[in-house]
């Protein structure tokens, strides 16, 4: 479930700019891809197409060969968990923000969403600097704690697709460690597309695309890619 394709893909935010200049690549169903490259190679744009932010000027982009233009948005959003750079929480409880995820999910679930993530002692808390009520503390949430939340949230969700968008790359090399491990228990059988701006951290994924000048300028593994450079 959740192969994406994007098929020649040409992309511009302004017209005397382009970013993506024919760019094809798949990613099988359960498989994970990464994308690396410079920065402002395009690779966020990539995320944001695929999720429908932008269009695409020419070419496709399918999901299970259905061409993500002809699915509606919300069962669109519905199929794609996105863990992106910064999240942004609500002003509310973690619980709270964990449950946006699926707000259908019971209690029990948001509890067991916040174990897999390692937040559990905090999701009663608010996050710092929001409305507290009396006798409630604000929580500082550091920039891997709120990593945290938004991986809570996609556990919770559970959608066949993930975008996982420079995840680690905010983080010390501590969390950055334990964060990747949480990720690898979810993207675990979901179709997973990895935006990232070091090969390192993309050790284990099925494909790494490396994109420059708004081509592909490299594919394989990470032993094919070490080899090459
Ligand atoms: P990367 O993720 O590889 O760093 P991005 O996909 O974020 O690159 O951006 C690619 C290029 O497109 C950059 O030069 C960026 O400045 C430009 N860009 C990104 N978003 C917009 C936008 N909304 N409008 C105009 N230009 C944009
Ligand atoms: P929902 O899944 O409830 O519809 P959104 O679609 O608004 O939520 O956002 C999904 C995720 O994508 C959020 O975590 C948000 O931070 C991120 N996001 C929202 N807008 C953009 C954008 N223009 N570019 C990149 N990421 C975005």
Redesign the pocket.
Known sequence: QGAIAFKDVHFHYDPDRPILKGVSFEVPAGKTVAVVGPSGAGK?TI??LL?R??DVQQGSITIDGQDVREVT?KSL??A?G???????LFNDTIAYNIR?GRPGASDAEIQQAAEVAQISHFIKDLPEGFDTKVGERGLKLSGGEKQRV?IARTVLKAPPIL?L?EATSALDTTTEHEIQSALDIVSKNRTTLVIAHRLSTVVSADEIIVLKGGEIAERGSHTELLAQN
């Not at 996105?82 to 942004?88: G, L, S, Y």
């Open positions: 966020s995320s944001r999720y932010f932008y948005q959003r519905a794609i996105m863990v992106p750079q910064d999240t942004v946006y938004a975008i968008d």
